[in-house]
């Protein structure tokens, strides 16, 4: 089977850094994604790991290490807007071969003045 | 503009109802997929296609079915063994098997009375 894990609730301040983190388990692993959804939207693309090491994207960076099954969204400079959950998600294969993306249960982050 | 089009955004059932969600994209994606969100969870895979006439089952597929007669076409049938159907439906679309981005359409939201 397959799953990811991630925090549920995190809590931060207007300004500070927060790390939200996400452990996978999946039979075979093509990459990683994170995903920005506001309540009651849609969910957005933020980045993608395929490769171990960081990606940035403005106030936005994402680190994967496939050794440890393991990736992390770090959000820089945090604003009001920034409130929403996020979820990773992971493109893997199933048994036929074909390409799944399974996500995460989601953070639910809140930033506070 | 190019995009995924759901419809429709709300939609009210009674008990025993089939209902067809209606997913259209003009990205020229090959793959496409249909999610389930309850409230407060994560994102669920019902089904996923990654060409024409071709679609696998996802993680919850049981009441659900769906067809893949055009690549820009991905309907969702919610039938009414699906025993507990109400929730927030998403499609999604992505170019191919080596990316990591899935683009969403702006959801369904099912009520079953």
């Known amino acids: 089977g397959q799953s990811l894990e991630q925090p549920s609730e995190v809590t931060a301040v207007e300004g500070a850094i927060v790390q939200i983190n996400c452990t996978y388990q999946t039979s075979g692993f093509y990459g990683l994604s994170w995903y920005q959804q506001h309540d009651g939207g849609a969910p957005t693309f933020l980045s993608y790991?395929?490769?171990?090491g960081l990606e940035e994207t403005g106030r936005f960076s994402s680190f994967l290490s496939r050794s440890d099954s393991y990736g992390y969204l770090l959000l820089q400079e945090l604003q009001m807007k920034d409130s929403a959950s996020y979820f990773c998600a992971v493109r893997h294969p199933n048994s036929g071969g074909y390409q799944k993306v399974t996500f995460g249960t989601g953070t639910k982050l809140q930033v506070i003045p | 503009d190019g995009g995924i089009t759901q419809s429709p955004k709300y939609l009210f059932r009674k008990e025993g109802q089939n209902v067809t969600l209606s997913c259209e994209q003009n990205?020229?994606?090959?793959?496409m997929y249909w999610y389930r969100q309850d409230p407060g969870q994560g994102l669920r895979l019902i089904y996923y296609s990654q060409i024409v006439n071709d679609f696998q089952k996802g993680d919850i597929a049981e009441g659900y079915s769906v067809s893949r007669e055009k690549k820009e076409s991905f309907p969702l049938t919610v039938t009414s063994a699906q025993k507990n159907p109400t929730a927030f439906y998403l499609c999604?679309?992505?170019?191919?098997?080596?990316?990591?981005?899935?683009?969403f359409g702006e959801g369904s939201r099912l009520t079953v009375l």
């Open positions: 790991n395929a490769l171990d």
């Open positions: 999604a679309s992505s170019d191919g098997p080596n990316t990591g981005e899935l683009f």
């Open positions: 990205l020229n994606h090959d793959a």
